[in-house]
Antibody, heavy 120, light 111 residues
Framework: EVKLVESGGGLVQPGGSLRLSCATS????????MSWVRQPPGKALEWLGF??????????EYSASVKGRFTISRDNSQSILYLQMNTLRAEDSATYYC???????????WGQGTSVTVSS | DIVLTQSPASLAVSLGQRATISCRAS??????????MQWYQQKPGQPPKLLIY???NVESGVPARFSGSGSGTDFSLNIHPVEEDDIAMYFC?????????FGAGTKLELK
């Protein structure tokens, strides 16, 4: 059974940092791209970035809104995905999801999400 | 960036009727003959669920009343017959170019 479980969310002050984790199981982690997507309350989904699979050298891509502030990485030995978030702003407040990304085939498995609130 | 415009923003349908949701891309999402457009369903408090990938392929486990069509820049999600369990938000998403983008969503409601 494929599982993705996010953790690490919480309340952080503006300008602060947070690292989210996504523990995965039930599939060969290195075969897949992995994406981070966020959703402010009552709003649309926003893709933040992904990290490619082993065949594509684990390279990363980011949306303009987080490039330079957020970093996606993966621990392939433990099948964990990370999102390091720096210089956080109020507008970064959202539920953050990790998702298994089949590339051209869409994001087929998602975690339940972890909530991040940026406020003083 | 490829902008996805969904319509309508909300749709009220009767049980057993057909629901059609549209998604228009600001540029073609074709890639070597495949339309890189997906559809997701999201219920309150839950993560999105993949329904349709590559425009018309129904994801495993998704009921056959869901179907997708379209190519180039114009795509549709059809649900027929609508059941109570289908009341949710629906989002389109393109994977043709980075950054991946989502539509603003369509809220499906009961009439």
């Amino acid at each position: 059974e494929v599982k993705l479980v996010e953790s690490g969310g919480g309340l952080v002050q503006p300008g602060g940092s947070l690292r989210l984790s996504c523990a995965t199981s039930g599939f060969t982690f290195t075969d897949y791209y992995m994406s981070w997507v966020r959703q402010p309350p009552g709003k649309a989904l926003e893709w933040l970035g992904f990290i490619r699979n082993k065949a594509n050298g684990y390279t990363t891509e980011y949306s303009a809104s987080v490039k330079g502030r957020f970093t996606i990485s993966r621990d392939n030995s433990q099948s964990i995905l990370y999102l390091q978030m720096n210089t956080l702003r109020a507008e970064d407040s959202a539920t953050y999801y990790c998702a298994r990304d089949r590339g051209q085939g869409g994001m087929d498995y998602w975690g339940q999400g972890t909530s991040v609130t940026v406020s003083s | 960036d490829i902008v996805l415009t969904q319509s309508p923003a909300s749709l009220a349908v009767s049980l057993g009727q057909r629901a059609t949701i549209s998604c228009r891309a600001s540029e073609s999402v074709e890639y070597y003959g495949t339309s890189l457009m997906q559809w997701y369903q999201q219920k309150p408090g839950q993560p999105p669920k993949l329904l349709i990938y590559a425009a018309s392929n129904v994801e495993s486990g998704v009921p056959a009343r869901f179907s997708g069509s379209g190519s180039g820049t114009d795509f549709s999600l059809n649900i027929h017959p609508v059941e109570e369990d289908d009341i949710a938000m629906y989002f389109c998403q393109q994977s043709r170019k980075v950054p991946l983008t989502f539509g603003a969503g369509t809220k499906l409601e009961l009439k």
